[in-house]
């Protein structure tokens, strides 16, 4: 009933939104569980660093140029709001966390409707990124999409190498583990938190601009992403990256899969209006009901930190 | 205790300045502040019922915005169908609303602390996406309510007046059923289970069956503003739903005052008063009122209520 090439074609692409959604909810995580920190601004550093791409794209001409140049940029930018504003937070409760993070939100959505218009952006895709790839079995793909499934892979063999195998790594654990206990150890704690949350915003960064090219550069277009980033946190288990990961994947298949199939499913048991007007309240609704089951078995996540 | 005598000389100034307005803007030829005002009015409600759960219980829902939602596309969708009775589509909004709000009370209430926040906001979205989904009656653009809800009698909702003091009314029941509801043991309960929780299992009170009434109750007064919002605006929309709407609901709590109850409805004031002040000096607003949240968070978390009438004794928490 269901074509395979097109079960393949969604498997796929629920796999690359997952790879987004672990970009994003890799850096939530680690700066949730180092600093203790909760940060809606996130999905305003990932709309940043879209834009940012969009607007070196325009004066180099190259999106690859582009690219090297936004994450760095977005960085820089997270940098600054980690020393201005976010330091402040660290040993505030998490309710006032949310209303300032809130604020930037505000801030952000607003300031680039100033810097770049009310209209949304448009990407051009990289000339040898914008045909398809054969993949084995028969499978057509787009290049560009492939190309994010493999870069976020890389990323993620990259932060892997790094917690587990680095000496920076291993402060990183022993901050998620004990912070008190790291500082008074003599690291400089300051800076480590620093670039704890530059990491998590180049990681925001690099989705976004790798986003541009297929979504819409647009203000506010981190809130979308930013939730579904937050449910992948609660099933994947807050501070574990491993979980992250799992847990984004999941999540991106399932979303990606349920629009894609369970309309049609509602259509072959019951009649067609009422399929035609359920079915995509439902596909829109899965992923909320997958976490509302995961929090009734395990409040704690599928896959919780060890240790923490 | 010297100050307290200025606390409610100042409110019942303000209540008989609220009683007053609608004549007022009549005398004044300013419509538009009665709008604005029962506007106030309906927000300052939501922001009660949230203050009753986050001001009281530590409760940090985020998902708040999607029982004013709820009631307004339930005086919508049943006006839709030609249902105009507010004695069916009122009891519809409010057991719509409960009923929603006891089901993400029983997920969410299994968790706290951050997961709590991220869990209301996601089932927030949630609602706001089904809106989106409802296709039937408007999606993303939202439902035009023709007809007001119809209560009977002399109250004609269609007249601006009418509709001020109903919601004026409610907001005053409402408060004084909420000053009732936290002095008393429910309230006490509550309130013992934010600065200790394990002392209060240890004592043998159900914290979760008491904090899913309290998250019911409030999703419940929520639902009612909703259903006073869509006969202010006509309209029943998806934004109504939206996360930065209850967002906004959490910055009227803390700027009014948390756990107080004028403090909200002082926020809800406030906020509304400064949105529509810096909307009209400039298209982008929003890039001013991003940072000024973010000084009151640094700055001054006591609130309007708390600047303006220093609590007598120190708070119980």
Not at chain 1, 161 to 167: D, F, M, N, Y
Not at chain 2, 183 to 200: D, L, P, T
Not at chain 2, 270 to 281: D, K
Not at chain 2, 282 to 287: L, R
Request: charged share 10%.
């Amino acid at each position: 009933m269901i074509d395979p090439q097109l079960l393949a074609f969604q498997a796929l692409n629920g796999l690359q939104l997952g790879i987004m959604l672990f970009l994003m909810a890799a850096g939530l995580t680690l700066v949730f569980g180092i600093m203790n920190l909760i940060n809606l601004a996130h999905g305003s550093l990932y709309m940043v660093g879209a834009y940012l791409a969009a607007a070196f794209q325009g004066w180099t001409g190259s999106f690859l140029l582009a690219a090297l140049l936004a994450v760095p940029a977005t960085l820089l930018l997270g940098v600054v709001v980690e020393i201005v504003v976010l330091r402040a937070l660290y040993e505030r409760e998490h309710l006032d966390q949310v209303l300032a993070t809130f604020g930037l939100i505000l801030f952000f959505n607003e300031a680039v409707r100033i810097v770049w218009g009310p209209n949304a952006l448009f990407v051009a895709l990289p000339e040898f990124l914008s045909g398809q790839v054969e993949l084995p079995l028969g499978i057509i793909y787009p290049s560009y999409r492939f190309a994010i499934i493999a870069v976020g892979l890389a990323v993620a063999l990259f932060l892997y190498l790094l917690i587990a195998r680095t000496r920076v790594g291993m402060l990183i654990r022993a901050g998620a583990t004990n912070r008190a206990m790291v500082g008074a150890l003599g690291v400089d704690v300051k800076l480590l938190y620093t670039a704890v949350f530059g990491l998590g915003t180049a990681l925001a960064g690099l989705a976004g601009l790798m986003a541009g090219p297929i979504l819409s550069v647009e203000s506010g277009m981190g809130e979308p992403i930013l939730i579904l980033t937050f449910v992948v946190i609660v099933i994947g288990g807050i501070g574990s990256i491993r979980g992250a990961f799992l847990a984004a994947v999941l999540i991106g298949v399932i979303d990606t899969m349920g629009r894609a199939f369970l309309p049609g499913l509602l259509r072959a048991a019951f009649n067609p209006s009422i399929a035609n007007a359920v079915g995509p309240a439902l596909a829109s609704m899965l992923i909320y009901v997958v976490m509302a089951l995961v929090l009734a078995f395990r409040p704690q996540g599928l896959f919780p930190a060890r240790g923490a | 205790m010297s100050r307290v005598g200025a606390r409610p000389l100042a409110l019942w100034f303000g209540l008989a300045l609220l009683l007053a307005l609608p004549g007022l803007a009549a005398l004044l030829d300013q419509p538009f502040y009665l709008t604005l005002v029962t506007r106030m009015l309906v927000f300052a409600i939501a922001a009660l019922s949230l203050d009753l759960i986050l001001g009281y219980g530590a409760m940090v829902s985020f998902g708040h915005a999607a029982y004013l939602g709820i009631g307004a596309y339930a005086v919508g969708i049943l006006a839709f169908h030609g249902v105009t009775a507010a004695w069916i589509q009122w009891p519809v909004a409010i057991v719509g609303s409960a009923a929603v709000a006891t089901l993400i009370g029983l997920v969410s209430l299994r968790t706290s602390g951050v997961y709590f926040i991220m869990i209301t906001l996601a089932f927030g979205q949630m609602l706001y996406f089904l809106a989106v989904s409802l296709k039937a009656y408007g999606g993303d653009d939202g439902l035009t309510i023709n007809v007001r809800s119809r209560l009977g009698g002399p109250l004609d909702l269609s007249n601006g007046s009418v509709l001020y003091y109903l919601v004026l009314a409610l907001l005053l029941g409402l408060l004084l059923l909420c000053r009732r509801l936290v002095a008393a043991r429910f309230g006490m309960v509550i309130r013992g289970a934010k600065s200790n929780e394990r002392r209060m299992r240890a004592l043998g009170f159900p914290i979760v069956r008491y904090r899913l009434t309290a998250f019911a109750l409030a999703g419940t007064m929520c639902g009612i503003a909703g259903v006073l919002l869509a006969n202010l605006t006509n309209f029943a929309s998806p934004a109504y739903m939206h996360w930065t709407r209850s967002g906004e609901l959490i910055v009227m709590v803390i700027l009014g005052g948390m756990g107080s109850l004028i403090g909200p409805i002082l926020g809800a004031f406030a906020l509304l008063a400064l949105e529509e002040a810096l909307s009209s000096l400039t298209q982008h607003w929003q890039v001013y009122l991003g940072p000024i949240l973010i000084l009151i968070v640094l700055f001054a978390r006591s609130g309007i209520y708390g600047v303006l009438a220093p609590a007598p004794k120190a708070s119980d928490g």
